[in-house]
């Protein structure tokens, strides 16, 4: 005997069609019409984002797992961390979610400043942790990741998992190739990451990476070391937060 239906929310039901079409996107060639409509949505994503974003100013961009409880000495290390970077004036912008990103938005709140997350769609239905003044729902990872680095000035790297080391190699590549500025690259907590850094000191020793790419990363403890390395960029780039006006024509509220 069959059982009893379930009823399924049609959130989770627009995230599991999403999750679908992206499986069968990357299973290989379809029909060009699906491509393209594929290739629109993408588009369409990007220029939402993009104008989510748009008035965020200089970003602090802040990676870490969404696991740690408030109770964790990481998230406390966040929040104190994100308080400072947000009183240098920058923004505080995140993953959106739970864990060390909530820690990260509540410590610029903390002190007056800014927070934005880029929150993703999931099928487990992650929402944005409630010390945002503004975010963003993204479906793509890919989309995600581009928006965190476009905004950011420098890239924090705090206790994670696959998430926060693919975010972590991605801004690296990123700047070894000269995609992207040398922005600072900060990796919190010695003793977390201590065996990934033994593996990137091997890495060096088969010359897969070069001697001067040691040289695009800080790893520290220590608060006050990694806010002198962000002055730094404040300096090197001439940053300022003039204010963008919004076009009335797009739409745009500030």
């Known amino acids: 005997m069959a059982g009893a239906p379930f ?3 049609p959130k989770t039901k627009t995230l599991f069609m999403s999750e679908q079409q992206e499986i ?5 060639p379809r029909s060009r019409w699906v491509d393209f409509k594929f290739v629109i949505k993408v588009c369409l994503e990007f220029i939402r984002g993009f104008r989510a974003l748009h ?3 200089p970003c602090v961009t802040v990676f870490g797992s969404a696991r740690f409880k408030e109770d964790s000495q990481y998230y406390e290390l966040t929040r ?8 240098l004036g920058f923004t505080i912008l995140t993953g ?8 990260a938005n509540r410590g610029a709140k903390d002190v007056g400043g800014k927070s934005v997350g880029c929150n993703i769609l999931l099928p487990m239905e992650q929402e944005p942790n409630p010390y945002l003044d503004k975010w963003v729902n993204i479906r793509y990872f890919f989309v995600r990741k581009t928006l965190l680095i476009k905004y950011s000035y420098a890239f924090v790297i705090m206790p994670g998992g696959f998430g926060t080391l693919d975010e972590l190699f991605e801004a690296m590549t990123l700047i070894q190739t000269k995609k992207i500025q040398d922005f600072p690259v900060i990796i919190f907590c010695k003793d977390y990451h201590k065996e990934m850094l033994e593996y990137i000191e091997k890495m060096k020793h088969f010359n897969t ?4 790419d040691m040289e695009l990363f800080l790893v520290t403890d220590s608060i006050e070391e990694a806010i002198a390395l962000i002055k ?7 940053l300022t937060h ?6 009335w024509i797009l739409g745009e509220k500030r």
Do not use: D, V
């Not at 069968?24 to 290989?28: A, K, P, S, V």
């Not at 730094?232 to 001439?238: F, L, Q």
């Open 209 to 212: 990476i070069s001697k001067e």
């Open 242 to 247: 003039l204010a963008k006006k919004p076009s």
């Open 24 to 28: 069968q996107f990357l299973e290989g």
């Open 55 to 57: 008035f965020t100013g």
């Open 7 to 9: 009823a399924i929310s």
């Open 80 to 87: 104190r961390f994100s308080a400072e970077a947000a009183k």
């Open 232 to 238: 730094t960029c404040i300096n090197k780039y001439g």
């Open 96 to 103: 959106g979610g739970p864990g060390l990103m909530e820690a």
